[in-house]
């Protein structure tokens, strides 16, 4: 099933797959027994994509195993909002603000009591 060109000819749908989740991504695909095709490598600001051909039918099955990955997918159809590396990134900065706050306030406080 995986890898035909026939998907191409059929009712399909396409999306983009970031190059650090291709293999998990066709892991999925494979043991859904889902067909599909991939085309060549594009180059985005984000890094390398790989193109997946999926058919119309198949949408809702890979709908389902999108939702509960973190597999990130471009696609002008499909609109996932995945941010895994951004809310990583996002929650590390607000610790620090956070932590900087909390300092800030304790040497405020420690310099009022010291020169009243």
């Known amino acids: 099933m995986p890898k035909t060109i026939s998907v191409k000819f059929k009712n399909h749908f396409k999306v983009d797959v ?6 998990l ?32 039918k198949d949408k809702p099955v890979i709908d389902s195993f999108l939702e509960n990955t973190d597999i990130i997918v471009l696609s002008e159809i499909l609109e996932y909002s995945v941010f895994g590396d ?4 996002m929650n ?14 304790v040497l405020k406080t420690i310099d009022a009591l010291v020169n009243p």
């Open 92 to 105: 590390l900065y607000l610790k620090l603000v956070g932590v900087f706050i909390v300092l800030m306030l």
């Open 18 to 23: 970031h190059a650090k989740d291709v293999l």
């Open 25 to 56: 991504f066709e892991q999925e695909l494979n043991q859904k027994g889902l067909d599909f095709y991939v085309s060549q490598t594009a180059v985005s600001s984000s890094g390398s994509l790989m193109q997946y051909y999926l058919l119309d």
């Open 86 to 89: 951004q809310r990583k990134f």
